[in-house]
């Protein structure tokens, strides 16, 4: 079972590992450019935010917000253009795997981009900036890592499924993916809201993914309702993802 | 002998367009099966309705006995598809292209290498085979499009125009392998080239509008046309002129007109000699009597008309 969906993945691996280098200084360029304009380009203006020095409140936020856009850039991107261009879905619509096996095997290819680029983020920003976490933090923090690419993954396959033209997928991205990530909290707290609006950013998955990630890493916290608004909205994307891409597949 | 593939009254419709209407087939296996018609004929719909990429409105088609909307992976077990576009992988190389369509099967790595290195050799790619198909020519690439739909040993091959946009070498080439394959799998192409048809085709089906005009093999169709009684006609001079006088004529059912040579059929042969009577000799270089080729039984069914 799901052997269709290893084949799909295996191949996305393959393809990424012949770019793996290029791929990632790529992705790092982004965040490290925010991290060193922000947090030293500010620094004399920004102090501590929630009692910790500004450069370390953003670094899980960048990390994070790398991972969740390679994931949806990923699946987006990789479902469009093998569906539109390549049309190599449609090669393998004609073998004996399912449209379940295709896309749950390009869901884990975005989810697997976004958390090897994430972790490529994470390993520049801790060498070049001298930021630390405490190591036992880390496995809270993975864990919001691996749901919320997988909702942006989930996002992304979704974009690439029912979008026929590239560039409504970048508007998509300028339009929704990025107010979503920018306001959720990767370079303020959601605590700067007025507190009439905390509670209702607080439900919206990406501001759950930004504050319970930054607490699982620099607290060591995790917050049980976070997690579990984060873990309902990787399922629910994931169970509307299939069924959208079996209806878009039948039409 | 058993049907390799089966279909009783398929209808498909897109909106208010039927795209295939009522259409009934049978192709028995080990046939090279040829299904012809002009753009918008219904003749993909049929090939995409088989491959279990559409789903009919009505009507059931079944391949090797299995039904395509109930037992769609038993159908695509069996059957291999070469589609109007290459849909190659450009991020993966020649072999990685096959391999990976043995992985899609299920095929075990022993056998996924040997039959890749088979058909590469069977394709004439195996110099090529750690290139991207993104360098190979338009005949290489169809090569290695039909070698991927053969990783799996399909009993029933899909052919969608295998040769549209090849040059005449590479076309002969895909023929080639096309009839090296018959004795082994039930062949079902389309295609717009008419020689193709008649070079290969056991058994030709031309339809039009969804429906079936008319099957056989290319001399029986060709026969539905020995009644026509077409002529060349070449004139030396005043082909202008001879050119009005053939359009007036009432028993001139077509005419066509290349230069100075006229294609016309007659409404029987007893008019050929009033015909000669009133256009005298003076003038004329050739007259013959012309084979139907299967060409003029397409457009002798399908019309002039340009599809758009």
Known sequence: MFKGAFSIWRRDMLVLRRSLFSELAAVAASPLTFYLAFGFGLRGYIADVEGVPYTVFMAPGLITMTAVSAAFDESAWSMWFHRKVQRTIEAYRVTPITVYDIVIGKIFSGFTQGALKGAAVAAVIFLLTGVRFDPAHLAGYLAHIVLGSMVFSCAGTVCGTLLDKPETIGKVQAVVIMPLIFLSGVFFPVSSYPEALRSAVMAVPTAALFEGSRRALLAGALDGGLMAILAGTALAAFAATVAIFNRKMAE | ?308
């Not at chain 2, 299904?35 to 391949?63: Q, S």
């Not at chain 2, 695509?76 to 099967?105: C, F, K, S």
């Not at chain 2, 013959?288 to 003029?296: G, K, S, V």
């Open chain 2, 1 to 308: 002998m058993a049907a390799a593939l089966s279909l009783r009254g398929i209808t498909k419709r897109y909106g208010t367009l039927t795209a295939v209407d009522s259409f009934s087939l049978e192709v028995e296996r080990g046939t090279i099966f040829a299904l012809l018609g002009p753009n918008g004929a219904g003749k993909t719909t049929v090939i995409r309705i088989l491959t279990t990429l559409l789903r009919p409105d009505a009507g059931t088609a079944l391949v090797e006995g299995f039904d395509v909307q109930r037992q769609g992976r038993e159908v695509r077990r069996l059957i291999g598809v070469v589609p109007q576009e290459n849909n190659l992988d450009r991020y993966l190389t020649a072999r990685e292209n096959l391999v990976m369509q043995a992985r899609l099967h299920g095929m075990g790595e022993a056998e996924t290498r040997r039959r890749v290195d088979e058909l590469l050799e069977l394709v004439g790619l195996s110099g090529r085979r750690h290139d991207f198909p993104d360098t190979f020519s338009g005949g290489m690439q169809r090569r290695l499009v039909v070698a991927r739909a053969l990783v799996q040993r399909p009993r029933v091959l899909f052919l969608d125009e295998p040769t549209t946009g090849l040059d005449p070498q590479s076309r002969r080439a895909v023929w080639q392998y096309v009839e090296s394959l018959k004795d082994s799998m039930t062949i079902f192409l389309t295609t717009h080239y008419m020689d193709e048809a008649d070079a290969l085709c056991d058994r030709i089906v031309i339809m039009d509008h969804g429906r079936m005009l008319v099957d056989g093999s290319s001399a029986q169709l060709k026969e539905r046309l020995a009644h026509a009684h077409r002529y060349e006609l070449q004139f030396r001079a005043n082909a202008d002129r001879y050119g009005a006088m053939l359009a007036g004529f009432p028993f001139v059912r077509s005419l066509q007109r290349s230069g100075d040579l006229f294609r016309l059929s007659l409404a029987g042969e007893e008019y050929l000699k009033p015909l000669m009577d009133a256009i005298g000799t003076d003038d004329i270089r050739k007259v013959c009597l012309r084979e139907p080729t299967l060409e003029d039984v397409f457009i002798e069914l399908t019309g002039r008309e340009v599809r758009e």
